[in-house]
């Protein structure tokens, strides 16, 4: 049965099918020409995947995440921050940079990120002289940040096919997301002082309070999500309906930037991604039931095991594979794929399954910014109207930061793990 999932997923991969119709797809053949399990059995499986109260955060979040878009708060989180380091040399795309942060930890998306921040400051920066690639680049990698500072809905994905603590996980990824932004702010500040790139006048005590006032209800969103999941006064799941309920409040009541009419293309656009996400997470689980099934995760334990003995070799072999399938498929379904085979894996060699989940929203960031399957490339491409060329060029230098990150964390577990050993165990 091996060999026939195998050359059926890799035949219909080749021939460019999506993730979702080619788990199925490979499922069903495996199970028609190797066993006499009924198919109907699939169509329980795609329920039992689904069957998760964890799985009503995304939605939440998703929903949470358009309705910021559509608004204000990216507006003022933007002001906020600008008023705050904006005179700094490069200080205009260090609060790009820190603007991108704080729009992470209210939304969980990475595309809405970049949409949000993206469309206000892209034209600033290009205005302010900051350079074209540079501001591509710059903001779209910043956006990425939207999948690792929690909340994030690649990590509640993880957590539900890997069977993890969303919690511990929400917290590893605070320290690894900072270090990013903080790496891209040095580069900007240096890459200002090398050009010269001009900056705008310190504001005054009354100007920064004003903006601080005007942002206040922005900022106290994920103080209240991660604060309420982090204290145990609820759940993921229910922090995403706060978050929901508390930016429709922000929204309409207190900035009224858009009004209940405005709802139904939002709820339409968020329900579209919903099942998007849902339906390729009910494939992979089913498929993953048949690969666990047929003890292939032992088995590829057993092979890893004959042939690499250092857990740093094998988390060096992880991050070179996800980088390779990060050119030919997306990460995220690379990640609900694979992941659950390494879990005997991660066993025997003793690596936590909390650090083994940054290590693979590292790579899902990374694959976001690159061609052909790097989504933020494209959300930049639309709200920019520049060429993919463009924008990967400007990506380009970014990505070696990213590198340089992604492999500090992967042989630095105690940066992933620091919060979550203090807090939550």
């Known amino acids: 049965m091996t060999l026939t999932i195998a050359i059926c997923f ?12 080619l788990l199925g797809i490979t499922t069903m053949a495996a199970l028609l020409i190797h066993t006499s399990t009924p198919l109907h059995i699939i169509a329980q499986q795609f329920f039992n995947a689904l069957d998760k109260f964890v799985l009503l955060a995304i939605p939440f979040f998703i929903l949470a995440g358009a309705i910021m878009t559509r608004g204000g708060i990216a507006r003022r989180l933007i002001n906020f921050v600008n008023a705050l380091v904006g005179w700094f040399p490069g200080g205009l795309s260090i609060a790009g940079v820190m603007a991108c942060i704080f ?34 680049g710059m903001i779209t990698v910043s956006g990425s940040l939207g999948i690792v500072i929690p ?19 929400f917290m590893a990824g605070i320290l690894p997301g900072l270090i990013i932004g903080f790496s891209l702010m040095v580069y900007a500040y240096i ?15 009354k100007e920064l309070l004003n903006s601080a006032k005007e942002g206040v209800w922005a900022l106290l969103l994920p103080v209240i999500v991660l604060g309420g999941i982090y204290s145990g006064i609820f759940t993921p799941t229910e922090a995403a309906a706060v978050s929901v309920v508390y930016a429709l409040f922000v929204e309409i009541v207190i900035y009224r930037e858009f009004g209940i009419k405005d709802l139904s293309g939002i709820c339409e656009q968020a329900a579209i991604l919903s099942a998007c996400l849902l339906f390729i997470l009910s494939c992979a689980m089913t498929f993953v039931w048949l690969l666990t099934a047929e003890q292939i ?13 250092s857990p740093w070799m094998f988390l060096l072999a992880i991050n070179l594979l996800f980088l390779l399938l990060g050119c030919f498929m997306d990460d995220v379904s690379a990640m609900l794929v694979l992941a659950p085979l390494f ?14 989940g940054i290590v693979m929203v590292l790579n899902i960031q990374f694959g976001m910014l690159t061609p052909p399957f790097g989504l933020n490339l494209f959300v930049a491409m ?19 930061i990213l590198l340089a990150c992604l492999f500090l964390v992967t042989y630095v577990p105690s940066i992933s793990l620091f919060l979550p050993n203090l807090l939550l165990r």
């Open 151 to 169: 909340p994030s809905i690649p990590m509640i994905l993880y957590c539900l096919v890997m069977n993890a603590s969303v919690a511990e996980l």
């Open 103 to 136: 729009f992470a930890a209210i939304s969980g998306s990475s595309p809405a990120t970049v949409v949000a921040i993206g469309s206000i400051m892209i034209p600033a920066l290009i205005e302010a002289g900051y350079g074209r690639r540079f501001s591509y």
């Open 10 to 21: 890799i035949a219909l991969l080749l021939a460019g099918v999506p993730i979702a119709a």
């Open 382 to 400: 639309g709200i920019t109207r520049a060429s993919l060329m463009d924008i990967a060029r400007g990506v380009f230098p970014l990505l070696i």
């Open 191 to 205: 890459q200002a002082k090398r050009k010269g790139w001009k900056t705008r006048k310190k504001p005054s005590i």
């Open 297 to 309: 995760p032992v088995q590829l334990a057993d092979f890893i095991m004959k042939h690499i003995q």
């Open 343 to 356: 879990v005997e894996t991660l066993n025997r060699f003793g690596i936590d399954f909390v650090h083994f």
